[in-house]
């Protein structure tokens, strides 16, 4: 497949705009200026486009829900708070083809008639944020950003936000809270962020990666792309892999591209000549998934049917070296300590669990504990605020799921039996 | 209209509210923590959880919207266990301190674990530990208690909108701390008391002192200090208040409260009470019997009234007594003792301003709902921060801002800082020439409806150019283009004056130029006022030209009913005022004056004379609870029950009567009483058995209070002018007198802090508010101490033409240069001891801003 996200970021000035327009870069800009903006929303509608931050959500129906709203200004938000465990697939655009975003970002607003974007950058991408606000202000003197753009009387401002480093910013309400100034917690929905966002106006909050398939969706038309991937998600997919394979790294594929495949045809096989054990598809959240059932598509409609989801599409490979119950505890450590606390389930739940499993790693578990967690995570699943605590719970249900036994031989030998 | 079903029961609202409501509503009670009925909806408890058809997760039901055909369970077995779930949660780091926790038998979180479990604890690990903290002086935090409902940090935000507090780390680690660090450092209302469900943030006042259920009695009541008139509830044990909390839904304060309100209540326990009638003997003050002293009062009034005549006595009365003690008082002297010599502290200000607004709009001009300010869509602020001087109200201007309202003021206020006031700083006494600027422009853009000739005619001679009030006022042309743009374009005008206009050189035009501001602008006017019955005691007739219910003295046909009541003769003419009194005993016309509840040798500018003037007297009583400089001078002094120990009514600034209750028992009379029991000694018939029969006698006598009962003001919701009427087409020409007061290069003036821990000298026997506020200062900027070599806390001679005061010094950056802010609250520390008392020709009011000083440092 021809990469069109990742396209030409082995020149090692693909962040330059200059480069970015030799290779055709704003091409697709000049031609959705001479769209009407509903045109645009058609083609992403045809392009069958879903949100590429983990849930999948169409594209086209956030937008159409957005641009029907009558209060202006609106704003164009893009989510780059990367921050699932596992996922750097964001990183590269950011890095190494800032302008692909721009130029998209850009043609979204224009289709949304939103004259305001913010980059909501992660906080421990201090290099992207160099390079963002480099290129933003090579596409502001190239007349490609302001308030007449190519002299075509269309108006987009945009501007770099950085976080201070909360995983919880990445929940569209929490991106906003941060970005206005407060606190980074969820807020209620309704009213959702496409009626009452930011500065209470309609407000798209969409992924880097999203952002980043608006200007071939413009150039190549909706109906070519949706015929990338697989007919439910079309479009490429960035895939990162960490862990035990022989090439870890960022790869980008057609959405739909087997799980076995992407570990052992694209990554090379685990690494060295150990056995795999688990793997994660979609970032920690996502749920585990033992290696005897990779044989799954990798796309939003078919990982829940085999138990798990696409999540970001950060797949990390774990081979039989790996202690499960020391997994899941890092995972919950994570957890415990990037609840927010605005909701009691998932302040309390999150620590509670990191407890319980820090005991089990300590070899000072109990017979119980596994029910105790079982009972403690579902107190929380279902009862969180927002997805962060459900993400906790479901991380110990489904470890516990598919590797009690090494839960139960942690507790009973107290010590690891994996690691020694 | 939309119908649901709530656990089989039907529902039907008439407008969209949220399930937890539309539940309440139908009496089913849904468990909360987060949600209070105040507070912005928030969802983080997620123990008011309901199930709902077709939905597949939960819901929390505080945050969902009823919707049409909506079907709801609130109390299934599931739900019963996701509580229990939630509750263990909570518990996993509460401490079990129930026996210890002051919060205990009126804890939320205690009466849910009662009814929904858990029974046993299976949290194995240490809990989080936090120490409590007594760094504040009215409130005690307990953080290892909090669940972190926020509802503290969303009330001191939202509502008060001090954002004082907020929550501090993240997930477990969050708790909920001040901005300045350990201190809260805030405005001390304590609303955060009242919303915490738990007992992580309480009073101090009554810590570890009794138990929810142990208080027998609560009273509900009026709060003693500002003219705001806050509804508060009295909780009582072993006669002795407890403790003060507001009151949901009242409709003065609805819920809030503010520092002097909820701590200010100790005075009434004060060891300095006074408790024993006092008789001068010897030039000492001895130990009377109340038989021994009202009879030598009677003796001496009478003797006095004979040799004298009617016009050697005089009275004033008290902005804190109630309606029934100061109309009993007024009547004592008209009716007993033949004189309209009466007047009381309301002269200082408050009295001349509303009689001044009232001549050119009307009686009752100023009667305006507080709780209405909020809707205003512009307000303008002339005068004193209306969020220290009359709290309650402004937090009906913050409220406005917060609604997208605008908020003007003439001068800065420390209060307004956070919400967006549109502000001009005209320089030292060009406050004048920057109103007729607005005046000039603003009729320009309304122009005149002829609605109001008088007072049209005087805006039409008034003509300033922007230009020349740039010149002379040093703001901008284009600042005051900008104040007069936002006031043209009002539709719901508001206006507040405060104290330090109505207690300037030149008040009297002043107040016409705000008057005719607001005029042009068609809105309200809100006059600032600092004592509980400042309002009551005018309304009272306690005024040397009016009798009860505002009717001139001079007329007969009004004269004459109330001596047909009163069965007493009264005199034609208008009797001295406060300043006229004492100028007349300084001159030995008035030989004998009757001082009840006030404090002239503080409360009045020049306080030294007037101390010395009271020496002069033949015969002083002084009615007080406390001894204060006045009652010093005494010939008699005696004690009288206070507030919260007599019934009775006050009547506020928007002039909404209200009842006053007694809570606590003491032996002693009220007011009302002394006076009467003086009244029986010297012949004149005054039986009542309780203040209710005085009230009675009131709604008889005044035509602004006809017929009106206890049972009519039962709810305080009884708004001027009650069943009564004011009295129409009373206008007097439009009298005001312009002052070219100046200011010269260097010169230094003092100025009157009007703190909001303090309320007159009642506050500062509250040792709660002693604890914030302890002691007074001299407020510099960082300025001029720093010329004048003085460093915060070093002590410093503040002199003026009238006296001196010691005082540490407080540096602040805000403070403006050309003057020093000293509090007028501390009885013989008192900054009118400074002031002069140049009037007002009009108003009659002091022009407090003419006061220069000099200031040098005594000691480090």
């Not at chain 1, 990445?170 to 959702?192: N, V």
């Not at chain 1, 030998?413 to 020694?420: D, N, P, R, S």
């Not at chain 2, 209540?265 to 038989?291: C, Q």
């Amino acid at each position: 497949m021809e990469k069109i996200l990742l396209k030409n970021i082995e020149n090692p000035n693909s962040a330059d705009i200059n480069e970015y327009r030799k290779a055709g870069g704003y091409a697709s800009l000049e031609k959705a200026l001479g769209m009407e903006p509903q045109q645009i929303i058609e083609e992403v509608k045809k392009a069958g486009l879903r949100g590429r931050g983990g849930a999948g959500f169409p594209v086209a129906m956030k937008w159409t829900f957005a641009s029907g709203d009558p209060k202006f200004p609106k704003y164009l938000l893009c989510n780059a708070d990367e921050g699932e465990p596992g996922t750097f697939k964001d990183r590269p655009i950011l890095e190494k083809n800032p302008h692909l975003l721009i130029e998209g970002m850009v043609i979204s607003g224009h289709a949304l008639k939103a004259e305001y974007g913010y980059i909501y950058l992660r906080g421990e991408y201090p290099e992207a944020k160099h390079i963002l606000n480099k290129a933003i202000k090579q596409a502001y003197d190239a007349n490609l950003l302001g308030d007449n753009i190519l002299g075509k009387g269309i108006k987009f401002e945009l501007a770099v936000h950085q976080g201070a480093g909360a995983y919880i910013c990445g929940e569209e309400t929490a991106l906003i809270e941060s970005l206005e100034g407060d606190k980074g917690q969820p807020r209620i929905k309704p009213p959702f962020p496409v009626n009452v966002g930011v500065f209470s106006k309609p407000t798209i909050v969409n992924n880097v990666e999203t952002l980043s398939n608006l200007p071939y969706i413009i150039e190549a038309g909706g109906e070519a792309y949706a015929k990338i991937g697989t007919p439910d998600c079309p479009g490429p997919k960035i895939f990162c892999i960490s862990g035990h394979v022989e090439k870890p790294g960022v790869y980008e594929l057609p959405m739909g591209t087997m799980l076995c495949d992407i570990i052992f045809k694209h990554c090379g096989g685990i690494k060295g000549s150990k056995k795999l054990k688990a793997v994660i598809p979609g970032g920690i959240s996502t749920p585990v998934l033992p290696a005897d059932k990779l044989e799954c598509s990798m796309d939003f409609v078919n990982m829940p049917k085999h138990g798990s989801m696409l999540g970001s599409g950060a797949v990390i490979v774990m081979d039989e070296t790996v202690c499960m119950v020391k997994v899941c505890h890092r995972a919950l450590k994570f957890f415990e300590h990037e609840s927010c606390g605005k909701c009691t389930p998932c302040r309390e739940g999150t620590g509670w669990l990191r407890a319980i499993l820090e005991r089990i790693e300590n070899g000072k578990g109990t017979d119980g504990d596994i029910d105790l967690m079982l009972a403690v995570a579902g107190n929380m699943i279902g009862k969180t605020f927002c997805p962060l605590g459900d993400g906790a719970a479901s991380v110990v249900q489904n470890f516990i799921k598919h590797f009690r036994p090494e839960f139960e031989d942690h507790i009973r030998e107290k010590k690891c039996t994996v690691t020694g | 209209m939309i119908t649901l079903t709530i656990n089989g029961k039907e529902v039907k609202l008439e407008k969209s509210v949220t399930v937890l409501e539309a539940a309440r509503s139908a009496g089913i009670k849904i468990p909360t923590l987060c949600y209070h009925e105040q507070l912005e909806k928030y969802g983080g408890c997620r123990l008011c959880l309901v199930e709902v058809e077709k939905m597949p997760r939960l819901q929390t039901a505080c945050t969902l919207m009823a919707a049409d055909g909506m079907v709801v369970r609130t109390e299934t077995e599931q739900i019963a266990e996701v509580r229990r779930g939630i509750l263990e949660f909570l518990l996993i780091n509460h401490p079990l301190d129930c026996p210890y926790c002051d919060k205990a038998g009126e804890c939320d979180l205690q009466d849910l674990v009662e009814k929904y479990g858990p029974a046993k604890g299976r949290f194995r690990e240490k809990k989080r530990r936090v120490p409590e903290s007594l760094e504040d002086p009215v409130i005690v935090r307990n953080m290892e208690r909090c669940i972190m409902c926020t509802r503290c940090v969303r009330m001191c935000e939202g509502r008060q909108g001090a954002s004082a507090i907020a929550v501090i780390n993240r997930g477990g680690h969050s708790h909920i701390e001040p901005f300045s660090g350990g201190k809260f450092d805030c405005e001390y209302c304590g609303n955060c008391v009242s919303v915490c469900p738990v007992g992580a943030i309480m009073s101090r006042l009554h810590r570890h002192s009794y138990r929810p259920w142990q208080v027998k009695e609560q009273y509900e009541t009026v709060c003693p200090y500002c003219g705001v008139g806050c509804t508060l509830i009295a909780q009582v044990r072993d006669d002795v208040i407890k403790r003060v909390i507001p009151k949901l839904g009242s409709a003065v304060n609805n819920g809030m409260l503010c520092s002097r309100g909820r701590f200010g209540y100790e005075f009434t326990g004060s060891k300095d009470r006074l408790s024993s009638p006092l008789i001068r003997k010897n030039g000492v003050l001895t130990e009377a019997t109340w038989e021994e002293a009202i009879r030598y009062v009677a003796d001496k009034f009478t003797q006095i009234k004979s040799s004298y005549g009617s016009t050697a006595l005089a009275g004033i009365a008290s902005l804190r007594c109630t309606n029934e003690d100061n109309y009993l008082f007024q009547k004592f002297m008209r009716a007993v003792l033949g004189t309209n010599n009466i007047d009381s502290a309301a002269r200082t200000g408050f009295a001349g301003a509303q009689a001044f607004i009232e001549n050119i709009f009307g009686q009752g001009a100023t009667a305006n709902i507080i709780s209405g300010l909020s809707n205003a869509d512009t307000i303008m602020v002339a005068g004193g921060d209306p969020t220290t001087v009359n709290p309650i109200l402004g937090l009906q201007i913050r409220a406005c801002s917060r609604r997208g309202g605008n908020v003007l003021s003439i001068g800065s206020y420390e209060g307004l800082r956070n919400f967006n006031p549109v502000k001009l700083l005209p320089a030292r006494f060009s406050d004048t020439v920057l109103l007729e600027a607005i005046v000039t422009a603003l009729k320009a853009v309304r122009g005149l409806n002829g609605s109001n000739r008088a007072l049209e005619e005087k805006i039409a001679d008034i003509t300033v150019s922007s230009a020349e009030a740039e010149k002379r006022t040093g703001v901008s042309e284009k600042d005051l283009d900008g104040f007069v743009k936002l006031l043209s374009g009002a539709e719901t005008f508001s206006m507040v004056i405060g104290k330090d206009i109505v207690q300037s050189s030149g008040s009297s035009y002043k107040l016409l130029l705000l008057s005719a501001i607001n005029y042009l602008a068609n809105g309200r006017i809100y006059l600032l006022s600092e004592r509980a019955n400042e309002q009551g005691s005018i309304d009272m007739g306690c005024l040397p030209d009016m009798l009860p219910g505002c009717r001139p003295v001079s007329m007969p046909e009004f004269r004459n009913k109330y001596e047909s009541v009163w069965r007493a003769e009264i005199p034609e003419l208008p009797g001295r005022n406060i300043f006229e009194i004492f100028e007349a005993a300084e001159s030995g016309d008035i030989k004998a004056l009757y001082v009840m509840g006030e404090n002239p040798a503080c409360n009045l500018p020049d306080s030294n004379r007037i101390a010395s003037v009271l020496e002069k007297l033949d015969f002083l009583v002084v009615q007080d609870i406390f001894m204060t400089e006045t009652a010093k001078h005494a010939d008699v002094v005696l004690p009288s029950l206070a507030w919260a120990e007599k019934d009775g009514t006050y009547t506020n600034m928007e002039r909404r009567i209200q009842r006053v209750r007694k809570a606590v028992q003491r032996e002693g009379m009220s007011d009302w009483k002394i006076t009467a029991e003086i009244a029986k000694n010297m012949g004149y018939d005054m039986s009542y058995s309780k203040a209710e029969d005085v009230f009675h006698e009131i709604a008889r006598v005044s035509p602004l209070h006809r017929d009106l009962t206890y049972q009519d003001i039962e709810n305080g919701e009884n708004i001027y002018p009650y069943k009564g009427e004011p009295l129409r087409h009373m206008r007097e020409e439009i009298a005001a007198v312009r002052s070219d007061t100046s200011a010269e290069e260097g010169r230094f003036y003092l100025g009157i802090e009007r703190p909001l821990f303090h309320s007159g000298t009642l506050s500062t026997h509250a040792p709660a508010m002693l604890n914030i506020y302890p002691r007074p200062v001299v407020r510099l900027s960082a300025r001029h101490a720093g010329t004048a070599g003085i460093k915060d806390g070093d002590i410093v001679r503040v002199t003026s033409g009238r006296g001196t005061l010691e005082l540490p010094a407080v540096i602040s950056n805000d403070s403006e240069m050309s003057s020093a802010m000293i509090c007028n609250n501390f009885d013989g520390r008192n900054s009118f001891r400074l002031a002069g008392t140049v009037l007002d020709p009009v108003t009659k009011a002091p022009c407090l801003d003419q006061t220069e000083i000099t200031i040098e440092k005594v000691k480090s």
